[in-house]
Nanobody, 123 residues
Framework: QVQLVESGGGSVQAGGSLRLSCTASGFTGSSYCMAWFRQVPGKEREGVAAIDSVGSTKYVDSVKGRFTISKDNAKNTLYLQMNSLRPEDTAMYYC?????????????????WGKGTLVTISS
């Protein structure tokens, strides 16, 4: 049973930083693609960043240069470093995983989801 547990959300002012973490358990095998998504009420869940099994990354255009996705395989932990935060980054952030080496940054390509952590950015 794969479990993903997010942490690190909170409230900060615009221009500030936060680091989200996602601790994963229950994976079998070594080829997983992991990602961060975000969602605000009334909108579709949006892919923010993904990292595949060999460490290649991809980002949605709105966060390029501000967010960095990384993972620590020894700790089974995924991170999202978020800098220069903007009010429009306010959302529930979800950790997700696909049970294959590569994935698309779309919600329907993910197999597992965490419960989310809330990020609120004030102006």
């Amino acid at each position: 049973q794969v479990q993903l547990v997010e942490s690190g959300g909170g409230s900060v002012q615009a221009g500030g930083s936060l680091r989200l973490s996602c601790t994963a358990s229950g994976f079998t095998g070594s080829s997983y693609c992991m990602a961060w998504f975000r969602q605000v009420p009334g909108k579709e869940r949006e892919g923010v960043a993904a990292i595949d099994s060999v460490g290649s990354t991809k980002y949605v255009d709105s966060v390029k240069g501000r967010f960095t996705i990384s993972k620590d395989n020894a700790k089974n932990t995924l991170y999202l470093q978020m800098n220069s935060l903007r009010p429009e980054d306010t959302a529930m952030y979800y950790c997700a995983a696909a049970s294959r080496a590569y994935c698309l940054l779309v919600h329907y390509d993910m197999d597992y989801w965490g419960k989310g952590t809330l990020v609120t950015i004030s102006s």
